[in-house]
């Protein structure tokens, strides 16, 4: 359940994908928690897949050789697949048990020690950012490379409608101001 501020949800906001992966860069991928970020980091901004799934990503979800992960969706239970880059499959060790791995506890990471890791990278931005930014962040830019198609964000999400995918992305204010700039 979503923390509750004023009996509003607390939802995470959206952010510049880029200053993550000037920090993805940096990352030295030797160290085991260097290495979970970016595999996290990396996974979510290519397939906008939700956290628990990424962080239950098991090893054997993974075809190697189709270059995909293939998984039931933790919220839904939606089958989906989703194409994985070389550069990706080349950091998984094929040997654990869950893709993003921990060393220390011998399990998979925790999504507290993600959005820890996140909201150190934007601190002082003033955005509430969480893991959920990142998928939230790319489906928007899904939305807006695409010419503003709801339908392709609709299916890039695995939303079930696109009145689910106009009010998650919250586009409805800005494509009104968008028609109010045509009359002027």
Same mark, same amino acid.
């Given at each position: #359940?979503? !923390?509750?501020?004023?009996?509003?949800?607390?939802?995470?906001?959206?952010?510049?994908? %880029?200053?993550?992966?000037?920090?993805?860069?940096?990352?030295?991928?030797?160290?085991? &928690?260097?290495?979970?970020?970016?595999? /996290?980091?990396?996974?979510?901004?290519?397939?906008?897949?939700? *956290?628990?799934?990424?962080?239950?990503?098991? @090893?054997?979800?993974?075809?190697?050789?189709?270059?995909?992960? $293939? +998984?039931?969706?933790?919220?839904?239970?939606? =089958?989906?697949?989703?194409? +994985? $880059?070389? &550069?990706?499959?080349?950091?998984? &060790?094929?040997?654990? !048990? /869950?893709?993003?791995?921990?060393?220390?506890?011998?399990?998979?990471?925790?999504?507290?020690?993600?959005?820890? =890791?996140?909201?150190?990278?934007?601190?002082? $931005?003033? *955005?509430?950012?969480? $893991?959920? *930014?990142?998928?939230?962040? @790319?489906?928007?830019? @899904?939305?807006?490379?695409?010419? &503003?198609?709801?339908?392709?964000? #609709?299916?890039?999400?695995?939303? *079930?409608?696109?009145?689910?995918?106009?009010?998650?992305?919250?586009?409805? %204010?800005?494509?009104?101001?968008?028609?109010?700039?045509?009359?002027?």
């Amino acid at each position: #359940m979503r !923390e509750k501020r004023n009996n509003i949800p607390k939802t995470s906001d959206k952010i510049d994908i %880029q200053v993550l992966k000037d920090h993805c860069q940096q990352l030295d991928l030797n160290k085991n &928690n260097d290495l979970n970020f970016w595999l /996290y980091c990396n996974i979510a901004m290519t397939t906008g897949l939700r *956290s628990i799934d990424i962080l239950e990503m098991k @090893v054997a979800d993974i075809n190697f050789i189709k270059k995909e992960v $293939s +998984l039931n969706e933790k919220k839904t239970g939606k =089958r989906v697949k989703a194409p +994985l $880059s070389p &550069n990706i499959l080349s950091h998984i &060790n094929k040997d654990n !048990e /869950y893709v993003i791995w921990s060393e220390k506890y011998k399990g998979n990471v925790s999504l507290m020690t993600i959005n820890r =890791r996140l909201k150190a990278i934007y601190k002082g $931005s003033g *955005s509430n950012v969480s $893991s959920h *930014s990142i998928r939230k962040s @790319v489906a928007t830019i @899904v939305y807006n490379k695409s010419g &503003n198609d709801i339908i392709k964000a #609709m299916i890039f999400l695995n939303h *079930s409608s696109p009145i689910v995918t106009k009010n998650y992305l919250n586009i409805t %204010q800005e494509e009104k101001l968008e028609l109010y700039s045509l009359l002027l």
